[in-house]
């Protein structure tokens, strides 16, 4: 059974820094598309970053594009996202997610993605 895992949350100050981490089990998503996601209380899941399955394509929203960093490292068959210069309102649930078709570029759609881990909570203060 496929589980993505997410790790790395948890409670900081505006301008503060985290690096959240998904590491798949059951299987490898080295050569998957994989992204972010994020749940705030009251608001529909929202597209974070997207990466592509070798890593040299990314793609951000724009409430996040030049403090949020997505990455992958293959070998690890682990996915990142460094989230720098926290604003209150990136407080949320962050969803790791990846497709089950191998290659392709980066996806912004949650139906685009058919695998989900549990999320982790980020909290930031201000």
């Known amino acids: 059974q496929v589980q993505l895992v997410e790790s790395g949350g948890g409670l900081v100050q505006a301008g503060g820094s985290l690096r959240l981490s998904c590491a798949p089990s059951?299987?490898?998503?080295?050569?998957?598309?994989m992204g972010w996601f994020r749940q705030a209380p009251g608001k529909e899941r929202e597209f974070v970053a997207a990466?592509?399955?070798?890593?040299?394509?990314?793609y951000y929203a724009d409430s996040v594009k030049g403090r949020f960093t997505i990455s992958r490292d293959n070998a690890k068959n682990t996915l990142y996202l460094q989230m720098n210069s926290l604003k209150p309102e990136d407080t949320a649930v962050y969803y790791c997610?990846?497709?089950?078709?191998?290659?392709?570029?980066?996806?912004?759609?949650?139906?685009?993605?058919?695998?989900w881990g549990q999320g982790t909570q980020v909290t930031v203060s201000s």
């Open positions: 059951g299987r490898t998503f080295s050569s998957y598309p």
């Open positions: 997610a990846a497709r089950k078709s191998p290659f392709g570029s980066t996806y912004v759609g949650s139906l685009e993605y058919h695998y």
């Open positions: 990466i592509n399955w070798s890593g040299d394509n990314t």
